[in-house]
């Protein structure tokens, strides 16, 4: 009866209309009538005829008088809201009931009992007479239904289920039996499931199968070519769709894509997403229908941007209705109970086959659980600076706690949301761990974390049990930015350039011979679309890989639209431009920073203290500074404390100290006050200086100073000064200043220790420099130079090598430059201490090492032994220089023979330093002498190519017993009748620079014997 009333009351209207001349006023009235129809609810019509017979009647009725034309209208009206309604609802219970297939592989090996059973549907879904064992190749009569079974027992299909999954027109393959626990069974084959297709005879390719002749002979073919055979098989899942309506506001803050069987899927929430959507929507939930923006009207949807039409229309805050429909249920053949597993992804998206098929496609996320791991999460990652700098840096409990939630929903065989993965990740990346956070991003999404298609997906397992249950859903702009960050950290700038072509839905895209692949949701539909932040972010990993790098961070900062433009491309921000400013810089183009610094203004982006702070290491000269200075003053930019620290740094690195202490003076004149920072890069610009105690007494200033003390409670600090006590010798000062460290509360730190080990040796304290070693739990590559100095200083040349032996095997703390140093130290000691023997062992572990000796060494072992060739002063002999001992000219024999060994030439200040040292010493060492200067000539002589090729034999030397030197000295009387029969003596390069022509000439002079002859240098 109501809904007679409000029909005829819409006919009143009309017939009153009519009355007053419907014909001339239609036009101007069809807008009322076009929102009577949209206001219309269907609850007001009925399908029945006899109510719409009895309608009609009540219109003639009513409308007796009504013209023609209206009476028309109104009456299709009518039909067609009939016809609407029933559109509607046979599309919302053609929904209700669906068939999805999923496909999955499964190979199994045939020199094993399969267990399995097929049979074949015709046409008509008849089932046929037989079955074929897959064992015994027989065909035999299909068993009986058995719907439950034990272990070895045969679990049968149930023939008029599986009908009812097929389609009338199948024709097909079916499992119509598989044997419980068997090999079939174990890797998720089940009565019912459809076999689509099998291996090639030989290869891998997969052949359609539609008879059971066909399947005999492929395995009994297979059989033969190898010992296993892949089946695809097709599950059929009936879906019962349970429905639900919310009412939300906008912005909804829905992530949502197009399925192929026509339905719109969430597939996630946006940071702004409403708590109602959250807790009562899963991913996964489709959406059917939203209501009209006039009336009350539900519309049934099917494609994105049918949704996106329905929801723009409406203004923010304006509530919009929608029908859901809730991921479908399956029944597990096992224990026929209902689980709920994830919908399939849209083909065109991503293509999924199921490698476990026994195990479900997905896992519902478990939403208590990821809201107690959100809080954890967030407990840790906010509070005050001090709290998050103790647990971030100092214990990395972040990190922890990821791990712990990791652990805990793979445990639970559930899935991330993307905001705890973002999370999780975010965790990661402020401990500065960034390979957990790609291992978490591949794990909770099943996307290979480099961009590519590779599938090794890492998977993370729970401790006890279970397994972190890949979600595609979970990967969204968030994340997906949170692990180019971490893929920046890491210094893999190829695989961010491929994770934001993916996240671009570029497949295809090479870099580095690697090529990316679309990844969900993405492309120009999709709801993942790459933002000014990501592009941030990739340039700010490729200006990292130095030349060719910054030529492809300008390249991708080219494509950026420009600032206030809307096209396919993010626009350029103040970070793009700070980023790209920031790489010119370091690279040195200064004057390229500052043609992107004019561009920047241009586009109208507003410099700000961070572009600054990057454009001053670009300046040369203090004018540059001051010239800058004036430029933010003019942007309205206020420098900083990390701004006049960053100046101060440059003109101390150019030892403009005085320039560096006047700003310094302007810096407080605004009012600003240096910190520890300040003072720390005056200390360590006096320093580098070489004005150590100009150090010393700004540091004790700033002790004094009451304004300042404070500041120099710093381990920094602290260290520069017992390093500048070290440069003047004063080990007393560095001692007292360690103690008033620990009155002061600061904890020495490495370089602490390695800057008091330092005054100590400058003072002469090896002893307690050696202490001070001992206690250094983990000593660098730094403070193992000073400990082996320490250590050689007192005297224990065994402990020295055997410290020095073990960095050089395994991984070494110390840089080459530091092995090389020690070595020397450790010479230098052995030949101070008149310890040959050690001295020899040592320079042939320095040339085993493969080190070279340098020219610096061969220097400092003359200087040791004292063998410094006098200038000749008239009335001065030698015999009234000092003595020089045999030991030390044999130990120089012995480096010109160690030094033959390894095919290199001597030094030409060395070789002198020799012939000079033989010539004082006079006898056989000066006949030794002599002898070293003419294996020289006849090696120049013999013109044999380069230095190196000067140490190969000649053909007459061949076949020649070759003595060395230090053997030549040692049993000359065994070898001087047979020189130049069976004995050579070896060659010898000598590599001579035009400095030390004059030299080596008078070295050669005071060993030769009778008549001079002409020498010739090479």
């Known amino acids: 009866m109501v809904k007679y009333t409000r029909a005829a009351a819409i006919l009143l209207i009309w017939t009153i209309s009519a009355v007053n001349g419907f014909s001339s006023r239609y036009e101007r009235r069809e807008p009322s009538l076009h929102q009577l129809r949209l206001s219309a609810s269907p609850a007001y019509f009925s399908d029945d005829d006899e109510n719409l017979n009895n309608l009609r009647k009540d219109v003639d009725r009513i409308g007796a008088d009504m013209t023609k034309a209206g009476s028309e209208y109104l009456t299709s009206f009518l039909l067609e809201e009939q016809q609407d309604e029933y559109e509607v609802e046979m599309e919302q219970k053609n929904r209700i009931v669906l068939e999805q297939r999923r496909q999955y592989d499964a190979t199994l090996s045939l020199k094993e009992t399969l267990g399995i059973t097929l049979c074949q549907v015709d046409a008509g879904q008849e089932l046929s007479d037989y079955d074929l064992n897959l064992d015994s190749l027989v065909f035999e009569s299909p068993p009986e239904p058995i719907s439950q079974a034990s272990s070895g027992e045969a679990l049968t299909m149930n023939p008029t289920q599986v009908q009812k999954r097929l389609d009338s027109n199948f024709k097909g393959i079916v499992v119509s039996s598989v044997v419980v626990g068997g090999h079939a069974w174990n890797n998720g084959i089940r009565p019912g499931d459809v076999l689509v297709s099998t291996s090639a005879t030989l290869g891998d390719a997969l052949w359609p199968k539609t008879s059971l002749d066909g399947v005999r002979s492929a395995v009994a073919s297979r059989k033969v070519a190898a010992g296993i055979m892949t089946f695809r098989f097709e599950r059929s899942i009936e879906e019962v769709a349970s429905q639900y309506e919310l009412t939300l506001t906008k912005p909804l803050g829905l992530e949502v894509q197009a399925t192929d069987d026509g339905f719109v899927e969430v597939t996630g929430f946006?940071?702004?997403?409403?708590?109602?959507?959250?807790?009562?929507?899963?991913?996964?939930?489709?959406?059917?229908?939203?209501?009209?923006?006039?009336?009350?009207?539900?519309?049934?949807?099917?494609?994105?941007?049918?949704?996106?039409?329905?929801?723009?229309?409406?203004?923010?805050?304006?509530?919009?209705?929608?029908?859901?429909?809730?991921?479908y249920a399956e029944k597990d053949a096992d224990t026929d109970k209902i689980k709920t597993i994830a919908p399939i992804r849209a083909a065109s998206t991503v293509t999924v086959i199921d490698d476990s098929p026994a195990t479900p496609v997905g896992a519902p996320v478990d939403k208590q659980l990821l809201s107690r791991c959100r809080n954890a999460l967030k407990r840790y990652s906010e509070g005050q600076q001090?709290?998050?700098?103790?647990?971030?840096?100092?214990?990395?409990?972040?990190?922890?706690?990821?791990?712990?939630?990791?652990?805990?929903?793979?445990?639970?065989?559930?899935?991330?949301?993307?905001?705890?993965?973002?999370?999780?990740?975010?965790?990661?990346?402020?401990?500065?761990?960034?390979?957990?956070?790609?291992?978490?991003?591949?794990?909770?999404?099943?996307?290979?974390?480099?961009?590519?298609?590779?599938?090794?997906?890492?998977?993370?397992?729970?401790?006890?049990?279970?397994?972190?249950?890949?979600?595609?859903?979970?990967?969204?702009?968030?994340?997906?930015?949170?692990?180019?960050?971490?893929?920046?950290?890491?210094?893999?700038?190829?695989?961010?350039?491929?994770?934001?072509?993916?996240?671009?839905?570029?497949?295809?895209?090479?870099?580095?011979?690697?090529?990316?692949?679309?990844?969900?949701?993405?492309?120009?539909?999709?709801?993942?679309?790459?933002?000014?932040?990501?592009?941030?972010?990739?340039?700010?990993?490729?200006?990292?890989?130095?030349?060719?790098?910054?030529?492809?961070?300008?390249?991708?900062?080219?494509?950026?639209?420009?600032?206030?433009?809307?096209?396919?491309?993010?626009?350029?921000?103040?970070?793009?431009?700070?980023?790209?400013?920031?790489?010119?810089?370091?690279?040195?183009?200064?004057?390229?920073?500052?043609?992107m610094l004019d561009r920047m203004k241009r586009s109208g982006v507003k410099p700000d203290k961070f572009t600054y702070t990057s454009l001053i290491r670009a300046c040369v000269h203090e004018g540059d500074i001051q010239e800058l200075l004036f430029d933010m003053k003019e942007q309205g930019v206020q420098p900083d404390v990390v701004m006049y620290n960053a100046m101060i740094r440059l003109l101390c690195d150019k030892y403009q100290w005085f320039e560096a202490k006047n700003l310094v003076g302007e810096m407080e004149s605004r009012g600003l006050k240096p910190d520890s920072k300040t003072y720390g890069l005056l200390m360590r610009g006096l320093l580098t200086a070489k004005k150590p105690s100009a150090c010393l007494t700004l540091f004790e200033t700033a002790c004094t100073d009451q304004r300042t003390a404070s500041l120099t409670e710093n381990v920094h600090l602290y260290t520069t000064a017992i390093a500048a006590s070290a440069a003047i010798g004063n080990h007393e000062r560095a001692l007292d200043l360690v103690s008033r460290m620990n009155i002061a509360g600061v904890k020495p730190n490495l370089k602490t220790l390695t800057a008091l080990m330092g005054a100590c040796l400058s003072s002469g304290k090896a002893e307690l420099a050696s202490d001070v070693f001992s206690r250094i739990d983990s000593p660098d590559g730094y403070a193992l130079q000073m400990g082996i100095r320490s250590i050689c200083a007192k005297g224990d040349l065994a402990t020295a090598s055997e410290l020095l032996a073990k960095q050089l095997v395994g991984n070494n703390k110390m840089t080459g430059k530091q092995i090389m140093d020690s070595f020397q130290t450790l010479i230098q000691t052995s030949l101070e201490l008149e310890d040959f023997s050690t001295a020899r062992q040592t320079f042939a572990d320095l040339l085993k090492s493969g080190f070279i000796p340098s020219k610096a060494l061969l220097q400092r072992i003359v200087h040791t032994l004292d063998l410094i060739p006098p200038k000749r002063v008239e009335g001065i002999r030698d015999a009234t220089l000092k003595e020089i001992p045999e030991e030390s000219f044999d130990f120089l024999l012995f480096i010109i023979d160690s030094l033959r060994t390894r095919n290199l030439p001597c030094d030409g200040s060395f070789y002198s330093t020799v012939l000079h040292s033989g010539a004082r010493m006079g006898g056989l060492r000066r006949k030794i002498a002599s002898l070293l200067a003419g294996s020289r000539a006849m090696t120049v002589d013999a013109n044999i190519?380069?230095?190196?090729?000067?140490?190969?034999?000649?053909?007459?030397?061949?076949?020649?017993?070759?003595?060395?030197?230090?053997?030549?000295?040692?049993?000359?009387?065994?070898?001087?009748?047979?020189?130049?029969?069976?004995?050579?003596?070896?060659?010898?390069?000598?590599?001579?620079?035009?400095?030390?022509?004059?030299?080596?000439?008078?070295?050669?002079?005071?060993?030769?014997?009778?008549?001079?002859?002409?020498?010739?240098?090479?």
Not at 290 to 310: C, F, H, K, N, Y
């Open 270 to 327: 946006t940071a702004n997403a409403q708590k109602l959507a959250r807790y009562a929507i899963n991913v996964g939930d489709r959406i059917l229908a939203i209501d009209s923006s006039l009336g009350d009207r539900m519309w049934p949807v099917s494609t994105v941007e049918g949704v996106i039409s329905a929801c723009t229309s409406r203004l923010p805050g304006q509530p919009i209705r929608m029908r859901f429909a809730r991921p």
């Open 386 to 595: 001090g709290e998050r700098e103790k647990f971030t840096d100092k214990y990395a409990v972040p990190g922890l706690v990821a791990d712990k939630v990791l652990d805990a929903v793979a445990s639970a065989s559930s899935s991330l949301d993307a905001v705890t993965l973002s999370m999780v990740m975010n965790a990661y990346l402020s401990c500065r761990q960034p390979e957990n956070a790609i291992r978490a991003f591949e794990a909770a999404t099943g996307l290979k974390a480099d961009g590519s298609s590779a599938t090794n997906i890492e998977i993370i397992e729970g401790k006890e049990k279970g397994a972190l249950v890949p979600n595609k859903a979970a990967m969204n702009l968030v994340t997906g930015s949170s692990l180019m960050r971490a893929l920046s950290m890491k210094g893999d700038t190829s695989s961010v350039g491929r994770v934001l072509a993916a996240l671009e839905g570029r497949s295809g895209v090479n870099v580095n011979g690697i090529e990316s692949i679309e990844w969900p949701n993405t492309g120009l539909y999709g709801s993942v679309i790459p933002d000014s932040q990501c592009y941030n972010i990739a340039l700010s990993a490729a200006t990292r890989g130095g030349e060719e790098g910054l030529g492809t961070a300008l390249a991708l900062f080219d494509t950026m639209d420009e600032p206030g433009r809307t096209g396919l491309k993010p626009a350029k921000n103040l970070v793009s431009f700070n980023t790209m400013i920031g790489a010119l810089v370091r690279m040195g183009y200064s004057e390229d920073a500052f043609a």
């Open 945 to 1018: 190519g380069d230095l190196a090729g000067a140490i190969v034999l000649s053909e007459e030397a061949r076949g020649k017993t070759v003595v060395g030197w230090a053997d030549l000295v040692k049993n000359y009387d065994v070898y001087k009748e047979r020189l130049g029969d069976d004995v050579e003596l070896p060659p010898l390069a000598v590599r001579i620079s035009s400095k030390e022509i004059r030299q080596v000439l008078a070295a050669e002079q005071r060993v030769s014997y009778g008549k001079q002859r002409r020498r010739q240098l090479v």
